[in-house]
């Protein structure tokens, strides 16, 4: 591929992470002082891609979004997580025994993605967008699937991520992460209060491949006033068990998570 082409490549790119859920639409001066490009060569390449579907522009406001042609390679991409179409009856099952809010995240390089959430349809709830990227060292369902990383891989996440704090409560020193990654491998699941979002409580399992690869985690999330020790006890074991099942549709045939019930959390 030719520098400019390639270079052009990148901006594109560029121009399609501009866009957020809070900042939906853009205007050309926008997008071009958050790329740090001139106002002309930004309106020329958000022309271009309008023209070809991957942008759209309002009539009146002139601002840009993303268009029909994004939705359609998000569709081909839903369609080929084949942990999301197998997880989809085990996640609405959970849904309707717990009544909180159930949340299934893949492992994308150092982070977690959100490919499917149901809303808990209790008035206090925990919401988490689908495609929001979160870390692997806060929150259950990130310490469910970076506890069944390898030892190297785990060290790499501990590496090359800056463990910022989220809330008071978020583990950030790397000695004290290791030995929780520890007790959740022990144990089958995570459990999280207050890590990422205050307030808010979690409990997670992973979900392995054929290749026993951990790929995703299956969290169950909610205020902590609903997660009592109890609850999280008897939430862990139904969290457990659903991955298992998900991991199983996958092909994991090395042994299900379900352990012994734990009352050390």
Sequence with gaps: MAVEQLRTLNRA??????????HHELGVREIARML??????????????????ILSQDPKTRAYSLGARVLTWAGVYNASLDVRNKALP????????????ISLYVIDGLERVCVERLESPQTVRIVTRVGRRLPLYAGSAGKAIMAFLTPEQQEEVISRTRLEPLTPKTITDPAVLRRELKKVRERGC??????????????????FDHNGRVIAALSISGPTSRFR????????????????QISASLGYSSGSLVSTRSEEL
Aim: aromatic share 6%.
């Design 229 to 244: 020790k109890e609850t999280v006890l008897d939430y862990c074991e139904e969290v457990k068990r659903v991955a298992a």
């Design 190 to 207: 995570a459990v999280s209060y207050g890590e990422w979002i205050e307030d808010a409580a979690g409990v997670a399992a992973p979900i």
């Design 36 to 53: 740090n490009l001139s106002t002309s060569a930004t309106g020329r390449l958000l022309a271009s891609m309008r023209e070809m579907g």
């Design 90 to 101: 085990a996640i609405e099952e959970l849904h309707q025994t717990t009544r909180e809010t």
């Design 13 to 22: 790119v560029a121009v399609l992470d501009c866009f957020t859920q809070e």
